[in-house]
């Protein structure tokens, strides 16, 4: 008979060399810059159609989505990505939101401000994207 006994119940030991899962990192919850980040993405690269947002954006936000859908610089070659999108609340129902997008190995960035309105729904109030750089 083998060291290990028909009667013990513990495991063989262990023979590979990676240790005990990391504790994973906490999910920070997703907030109205996330929604409209993915949103304005799937707009400015034809994925949905720029009256898609009409009811989403106030003042000049619409015309420049319409400016920056037919032509922006996100509509060549591979399919962008959604990498990353932070925010900065620099008042009471407003929030001043990046994202950086990754298309193949070219980065642009994307700049949009939120603003809440009476009805307590978020609204695009300005856009900016500039395009890819290696």
Not at 12 to 31: I, L, N, T, Y
Not at 106 to 115: D, G, K, N, P
């Amino acid at each position: 008979m083998t060291a290990r006994t028909a009667h013990t119940t513990r495991p063989p030991a262990r023979r590979d060399r990676r240790g005990p899962a990391r504790p994973a990192r906490p999910v920070r919850p997703r907030g109205p810059h996330d929604w409209f980040a993915e949103r304005l993405l799937a707009v400015v690269t034809g994925q949905r159609p720029v009256h898609s947002l009409l009811g989403l954006t106030v003042g000049p936000a619409y015309d420049q989505l319409v400016s920056l859908a037919p032509s922006g610089p996100l509509r060549r070659g591979l399919r962008p990505v959604l990498r990353h999108c932070g925010r900065f609340h620099p008042g009471p129902g407003v929030i001043e939101a990046f994202a950086r997008i990754s298309t193949g190995e070219r980065v642009s960035a994307m700049a949009f401000r939120l603003e809440q309105g009476p009805d307590l729904r978020w609204r695009c109030a300005a856009v900016e994207i500039r395009g890819p750089r290696p």
